[in-house]
């Protein structure tokens, strides 16, 4: 399933829309990228439903052709599940909260297969219990079949809102706030599938739900698709359990006005039409897409005075996208031989962004340095990137090498793990931490360890980025 992560983590409420309020978020959060699909749903019923003793199934799926179509063939008892007439990359549709919850139970329990129970469907994320109406449950702090926090959920109406509308740039740059619709535009969004701007799914124009992304130019500024128009989808309000849960978006039959910020209703979880969906929401999670379109590979767990998450730009970072022709890291020298520059002995993580700073205003050379290619990088609308300090880069090189029990990094090359995660090169990185005045601290990625070497010579980059 296919997550973005939302950053800015501390972001005012909204106080422009009709409902103000909406939209403040603390913490950094993913959101599924898509509605669930059809697919999605097909590979759920076939692993749970042989029986459907909660009614996971509607027959709707099967017989109305403007949605995902599910045909059901069999028995209770043997039953079997399949996609109709190439439908399956429609949002699934004719979803209660419960059925909703229980595909998140699914989710976060590993998606097993067998009867509805406790370990598959039943609980997990929710401990539905059984229960097909009535009081919807808030979440479990931990899954209790995992022992660990639920890997999926129901988005809070919260999450829900700022991944459709909030900008960290809305007017200009580093200034927040919220667009009217889920496709970054105050302006009511045309019909048109494609990649042009600003586009959805609503008013009954096309007739019919659309594949998921299909409006490919028209994403928000977190990288989802479909928040406004195609199907209505279900958020867990505040997160409290309740006799109500939320609907926000618009469908593909609903007018403008239920499309944007300003649309929300509050209805019994166990209700369920043509034109209701959802998305998940999880914690970020180590080897994500992080906000700025890196990986995300190192978590403090909790927020400290620089962030909580460290993530890495992506390979073939140096044009300034991911996966392009060149994947190879560039070579720089550290730059500035014989030169102190104060402040930037700091070794520690979180230290990298202010070592980055003081290395571009303190060195002052006709040469492009490391320091200076991580701090001009531009990559998925962000520019905060720098060198990472020398404890990052290890904390790099650590998740570089899945080195859980440090094996190879920081202990002279004794392990035998090879490069894992992350499309480094094998040889000498960076960091932005110095030795002395002609030597900064290297990791090498075909080695494990940390040495320091001339700032002369020219050794690979990779920049990251704290959110």
């Known amino acids: 399933m296919s997550m973005v992560t939302v950053g800015n983590p501390g972001n005012a409420a909204d106080t422009g829309s009709t409902y103000s309020g909406y939209g403040a978020v603390s913490y950094a959060y993913q ?21 459907d003793t909660y009614g996971l199934y509607n027959t709707g799926m099967g017989t109305n052709t403007n949605v995902a179509q599910i045909s059901r063939s069999g028995s209770s008892g043997s039953y079997t599940y399949a996609v109709m007439n190439s439908t399956g990359s429609r949002p699934i549709s004719y979803v209660t909260w419960f059925d909703s919850a229980r595909f998140a139970n699914w989710m976060s329990n590993g998606q097993p297969s067998g009867a509805q129970t406790s370990t598959t469907t039943e609980n997990g994320t929710y401990n539905v219990n059984g229960a097909t109406s009535g009081n919807a449950v808030a979440a479990n702090a931990t899954n209790p079949n995992t022992g660990l926090a639920p890997t999926f959920r129901m988005p809070l109406e919260n999450e829900w809102y700022k991944a459709a509308y909030y900008s960290p740039n809305y007017g200009g740059t580093g200034v927040g ?3 009217t619709y889920a496709t970054q535009s105050d302006t009511a969004p045309g019909t048109t599938i494609g990649s042009s701007a600003n586009q959805a799914n609503y008013n009954n124009v096309i007739g019919t739900a659309t594949n998921v992304g299909s409006f490919s130019g028209s994403g928000s500024f977190y990288g989802t698709f479909d928040q406004s128009g195609n199907v209505w989808q279900w958020n867990d309000l505040d997160g409290v359990a309740g006799l109500l849960r939320g609907l926000r978006g618009g469908s593909s039959i609903t007018s403008t006005d239920y499309l944007s910020s300003s649309a929300r209703f509050d209805y019994d979880p166990s209700y369920k039409i043509s034109t209701n969906g959802f998305r998940l929401a999880s914690p970020v999670t180590l080897g994500a897409t992080g ?89 998925g609308g962000l520019d905060d990137w720098f060198l990472p ?23 002279f090359g004794s392990g035998s793990l090879s490069l894992t995660n992350g499309g480094f090169s094998a040889g000498k990185y960076w960091s932005s931490s110095v030795y002395s005045a002609t030597n900064a601290w290297t990791q090498l990625f075909n080695g494990g360890w940390q040495i320091a070497f001339l700032k002369t010579n020219a050794y690979y980059v990779r920049p990251v980025r704290a959110f």
Do not use: H, M
Request: proline content about 1%; hydrophobic content about 35%.
């Open 389 to 411: 300090s020398r404890d990052e880069l290890n904390a790099l090189c650590k998740w570089a090498f899945n080195d859980t029990v440090n094996a190879i990094c920081n202990n």
């Open 291 to 379: 906000p700025g379109g890196g990986i995300i590979f190192y978590d403090a767990g909790s927020v400290q005075s620089w962030g909580r998450y460290l993530e890495v730009a992506c390979a073939g970072w140096s044009d300034g996208t991911c996966g392009g022709n060149d994947l190879t890291d560039p070579q720089a020298e550290w730059g500035c031989s014989g030169t102190d520059i104060a402040g930037t002995g700091r070794s520690a993580i979180g230290t990298g962004r202010q070592n980055t700073t003081d290395i571009v205003n303190g060195c002052v050379t006709s040469d492009f340095t490391a320091a200076e290619r991580a701090d001009a990088l531009l990559l």
């Open 31 to 51: 959101i599924g990228k898509y509605d669930v699909t059809g697919s999605q749903y097909t590979a759920f019923l076939n692993a749970v439903a042989s029986t």
């Open 177 to 179: 706030g919220y667009w």
